[in-house]
């Protein structure tokens, strides 16, 4: 209570910015877009000029979605072909691109989509939740990556840099908003004296319960929280030519498990439904629940970057280490009392579930070293070595009844994993400014689990068959992936490209024994991806359109079949999955003070295996998947989109900005679009959504320092599900509610 009373009160206080993105600029003419400039492939490049399908956040849109208490999810559909969701709320996202993703819930889940942070693989899914704040760029690379730095990836790479300790956007930010909700940021640094620069950047977030469980004491009880990170960085320059910069973050998060809300969907319907069954509204903020629930999560990181400019080539050292653990109870079945206690609801509930996931510890080791040379024409080169070492322990529960706090079976997991390394890439750009680059990766991942469960004290009748001793699997590969890329410019501002890229996931391991009794594998997967595409800098610079059309063939895809009857995760291999689609980009400036984008991708895949089927859901869904000829409840995947993948997404924003006093008045919105979804390897009427569609409003003044601001978050209340769970009941999970508030900045 005392961290909350006193961030409370610098809240009063302090006001808001938001840390410009370090996007250099060409011109100072302000009826001209600024060039954006990323680090896709290690060094500072102009975007137009990058020969892979990049995609860049920053701006007033990154201000916007990431305020308000969002979350890492709310960079959702922000960019053509990305997709972001969770089943355990802020602690845990899953990342999908063009259509690859994940959705296990597991805690040891592997997922195809690298997330980097400061140049840093975070690879359990409790890291990929780190706030984000104070950034200088996001930077998302579609397609294979691997072969310039970090993991290998087949799906692609959401990568965030922060502001360094150099950079002079020191800022302070607040907003209140509906539900209490308080949104606290501050970066501050610079310059010390002799060499030595240093950077502070804090982030609280916090908003109340208020959603009601018409089953507990009091008005509103669940979807509170309080989070609150921290980034301290140190650089010293020892010389003109070597630097080193540590760094140390934490993150303290206490709240509620993901709410689960029985029975959200009418049988044969994916519309959502209210408490009093199909003929009533469905309310986001009432729920009725019988379980305990609970979420909290910490995780601290340590880490050194050291450069050291040779002449001719810079040698870079990064090194991380990252610890983290969470403890994660929910009201599995959403729902209260079940078939053996008759005073139940909303809707039937065969038998109550109430489950616990704790992560008593994580450890992850990083370290990378590059090679690059320093020439900015002809031959370029980059050569590394990438290692990383992750210990994991998961200790899942079970229990008889909603309230209990002694389980009726424990399951563990222990698992340890390598992963090493060895890339290079070689480029060449000639006189008329053609470029050609290629690269080539070594990859060699090493996974050792050891797993058991070791109480179980549930009766008989229900199957689960006792204890299970502990149970040893180990996988292993070894794989040479690799890509090549062109870019010609047809004249200054307009450039073709194409690439070709050969990606890799290493096999995985999925053994939660808290339901089942034998550990599942999954083989290795490689993806093969094309793609081709045009950047153009129009309208004497006031229109900037990207184009890039996109094919790839994944052999062995790996699927994770969640849920189902017996609520266990399996493993398994698809022999193939083709997808194919596109993205486009546009940002222009038509007239002095307004700004424009949109964003456009296609999103085709489709599961090619006629062996493959899956164990249909428990909850008496409506499967439209077909049934395989003799086995009820079994059901055929072949021909499926993959789950969490829209076929199209959307992104538009405009604002405007008209000079008043001594700073300028302005407008701001922003909006996002995904299609229809399924939420499982086979597809039901129940289990999917149709749409969503949320936007965001900023109307505000601001000066070269100040800036006040009202907003709102989905400012149409869109209410959509989000994803379910299969083996109780028709549960939903839906999106985050409206939000109305004021925030207000200054720079210095």
Known sequence: MMRTKLLLSLSAIAVVATSAPAFAQESTDETRLDEIIVTAQRREENLQDVPVSVAT??????????????????????????????????????????GLGNTDFDLNASQPVSLVYDDVV??????????????????????????????????????????????????????????????????????LGNGISARLSVLYQRRDDWVDNLDAPGENNLEGFEDLAARLQIQADLSDAFTVRVVGQIRDFDGTARLFRANAFAKGSNKLIGLGGPTTEFKRDQ?????????????????????????????????????????????????????????????????????????????????????????????????GV????????ITSFDFGAPTDTTPAAIATQRQGSTAWGLFGSLSYEFENGVKLQGGLRYNDDQRKMVAARPVDTRPGFLGFGGPVPAVTTEVGDNVLTWDL????????????????????????????????????????????????????????????????????????????AVGGASNFTTLLNAAKVDGYGFEAELEAKPAQGLTLTAGLSYNHNEIKDPNAFVAGCGANCTVTSPQRVGSPGIFSINGNQLPQSPRWIANWTAGYAAPMGNGEAYVFTDWAYRSKVQFFLYDSVEFSDDKMLEGGLRIGYRTDKFDIAAYARNITNDVSAVSGIDFNNLTAMVNEPRVFGVEASIKF
Not at 386 to 393: A, C
């Open 57 to 98: 956040l920053g701006g007033e849109t990154l201000a916007a979605v990431t305020g308000a208490g969002a979350d890492i999810r709310a960079l959702s559909g922000r960019v053509p072909s990305l997709n972001i969701e969770s089943s355990f709320g802020r602690t845990f996202p899953r990342f999908y691109i063009r």
């Open 122 to 191: 975070l690879e359990n899914p409790i890291l990929k939740g780190f706030p984000v704040f104070d950034l200088d760029r996001v930077e998302v690379l579609r397609g294979p990556q691997g072969t310039l730095f970090g993991r290998n990836t087949p799906a692609g790479i959401v990568k965030f840099d922060t502001a360094k300790p150099t950079s002079k956007n020191n800022y302070l930010k607040a907003s209140y908003g509906s539900f209490n909700t308080i949104n606290a940021e501050a970066g501050v640094g610079g310059e």
């Open 287 to 383: 729920v009725r629940a019988d379980g305990l629930n609970f979420q909290r999560l910490r995780n601290y990181n340590l880490g050194m970057t050291a450069e050291y400019d040779a002449g001719p080539v810079t040698i870079t050292s990064v090194t991380s280490y990252w610890n983290g653990n969470l403890y994660s109870r929910g009201d599995i079945d959403g729902g209260f009392g079940n078939a053996f206690a008759p005073t139940m609801g909303p809707g039937f509930i065969p038998f109550s579930a109430q489950s616990q996931d704790n992560v008593p510890s994580l450890d992850q080791f990083t370290q990378e070293l590059r090679f690059a040379s320093n020439n900015t024409g002809g031959l370029g080169y980059q050569a």
């Open 386 to 393: 990438f290692y990383l070492n992750e210990k994991l322990d």
């Open 485 to 560: 890329a062109a870019s010609y410019p047809l004249s200054d501002d307009v450039n073709l490209f194409a690439r070709v890229a050969k990606g890799y996931r290493a096999p995985a391991i999925q053994a939660r024994l808290a339901f089942g009794r034998t550990p599942s594998v999954a083989n290795s997967e490689t993806t093969m991806s094309y793609e081709a595409g045009i950047k153009s800098t129009l309208a004497d610079g006031k229109l900037r359109f990207n184009l890039t059309g996109f094919y790839f063939s994944t052999d062995d895809l790996q699927l994770t």
